[in-house]
């Protein structure tokens, strides 16, 4: 089970021990719309070809898809829900209730239940995800109402918005990376 206390088994390196493409990635990533170095981004760095190519796709998908932000950040709460991912959920799930996802489903979605009560473009990308993390694929009914919630690119965005965050929570999760201090886990391992 994912777990978020154990110490981290790649830490934010010192400058002094960072390479001139690790310095310039971090850099990259400090001076564009995060700000700052947080989470997946410390362990990627050991990659920092990767981190740069991914990021920029991360960067597309979190301020630029083709969703609002109620709507992408309830696709990465269902993505950290299925990663029982605690860095992800500390996160995102301020983020959506302020971008107007209501606490139920917030809260249903912890649980790893169907919130009860969804407006329709919710219940399409919550049925979307669900559908794809149980079966692998997509029915053509599910298919066909998220094509005419969203249109094509709507669909391949959800797609890549489940892909990117489901990868960062993989990273999160072999790198045993912590939740900020003093923070609780939001998020128990489902059995």
């Not at 979190?62 to 029982?84: D, Q």
């Not at 473009?121 to 029915?139: G, P």
């Not at 094509?152 to 912590?178: C, T, W």
């Amino acid at each position: 089970q994912p777990m978020t206390q154990k110490t981290p088994r790649m830490p934010l390196l010192p400058p002094e021990k960072m390479t001139e493409a690790q310095k310039k990635v971090v850099a990259d990533i400090v001076a564009g719309p995060r700000g700052h170095l947080v989470g997946p981004f410390i362990p990627l760095m050991r990659s920092p070809e990767f981190m740069s190519r991914l990021q920029k796709t991360g960067e597309y998908l979190r301020f630029n898809s083709a969703f609002e932000p109620r709507l992408s950040e309830m696709a990465i709460l269902i993505t950290a829900r299925l990663w029982s991912q605690n860095f992800e959920w500390h996160a995102h799930a301020p983020i959506a209730e302020k971008a107007g996802l209501k606490p139920d489903i917030i809260r249903a979605i912890a649980e790893g239940r169907r919130p009860a009560a969804m407006a329709d473009d919710e219940a399409v990308i919550y049925d979307f995800l669900d559908e794809l993390i149980r079966t692998r694929t997509v029915s053509e009914a599910t298919y066909q109402r998220t094509l005419a919630a969203f249109g094509e690119r709507g669909v391949i965005d959800l797609v890549g918005i489940h892909g990117y965050y489901s990868l960062l929570a993989m990273v999160l999760n072999v790198s045993q990376a912590p939740i900020p201090d003093g923070a609780k886990p939001g998020l128990a391992p489902l059995p």
